[in-house]
């Protein structure tokens, strides 16, 4: 158990310009979450995932957000089109059931729109 | 709406003092009630998970309570420390909620002065 990994650590990137992020859950959790969190504020949900279903997103996914977790392992998150209001810290969790399971959460994608 | 809200909003202790933090929650239907920490421009780790029938949870100097009737939980740090100092966030898993969805506070950031 290696815990929630996310690279990269730190995106800095170009007003619209694309950007993938990367999750790896704990191996025997089957559910991942992202989340996003802006400066002083509580993280917010986007979206999660059952192995390699996508079971619900969060309005806040627009439509320039895409997430995917193939083959029910890694799953990435991609943002087309940046936009300064995008930039924020993007934490992927994943825990090994449903609602009633401890989420362990990664380090975080501090992502910077400039 | 269901909203979770943690007061106060920052506080500032000397080194050895007991400390409360309080997290209060709009709803009582609850799966469970997760406290976590989160240094500055880091992840979240995980602290302490109460279950919805759990009155209360312990882990070395940290001790969380959950009442669902008044909609309240605290953490208690004993004997705090300088490491301590942190953001300290609150998260519930409501019923009839988004299955993947903690709502959090916006957190609490204590300063443990030496």
């Known amino acids: 158990d290696t815990g929630v990994s996310q690279n990269p650590r730190h995106k800095i990137t170009k007003r619209g310009q694309n950007v993938t992020f990367r999750c790896d859950p704990i191996?025997?959790?089957?559910?991942l979450y992202w989340y996003r969190q802006t400066l002083g504020q509580g993280p917010e949900f986007l979206t999660y995932?059952?192995?390699?279903?996508?079971?619900?997103k969060s309005r806040l996914l627009s439509d320039r957000f895409s997430a995917e977790r193939p083959k029910g392992s890694f799953s990435t998150l991609e943002i087309q089109r940046t936009e300064q209001g995008d930039s924020a810290m993007y934490l992927c969790?994943?825990?090994?059931?449903?609602?009633?399971?401890?989420?362990?959460f990664g380090s975080g994608t501090r992502l910077t729109v400039v | 709406k269901q909203e979770v809200t943690q007061i106060p909003a920052a506080l500032s202790v000397p080194e050895g003092e007991n400390l409360v933090l309080n997290c209060s929650f709009t709803?009582?239907?609850?799966?469970?009630l997760q406290w976590f920490r989160q240094d500055p421009g880091k992840g979240l780790t995980s602290l302490l998970l109460i279950q919805s029938s759990q009155r209360e949870q312990t882990s070395g100097r940290l001790n969380a309570s959950l009442d669902k009737s008044s909609g309240r939980s605290t953490l208690y740090i004993a004997a705090s420390q300088p490491g301590d100092s942190a953001t300290y966030l609150c998260?519930?898993?409501?019923?009839?909620?988004?299955?993947?969805?903690?709502?959090f506070g916006k957190g609490t950031k204590l300063s443990v002065k030496p």
């Open positions: 998260a519930v898993a409501y019923y009839g909620g988004s299955q993947g969805n903690l709502i």
């Open positions: 191996s025997e959790h089957n559910r």
């Open positions: 709803d009582s239907a609850i799966y469970n």
């Open positions: 995932f059952q192995n390699e279903a996508q079971l619900e």
């Open positions: 969790a994943s825990t090994e059931g449903g609602t009633g399971y401890g989420y362990t």
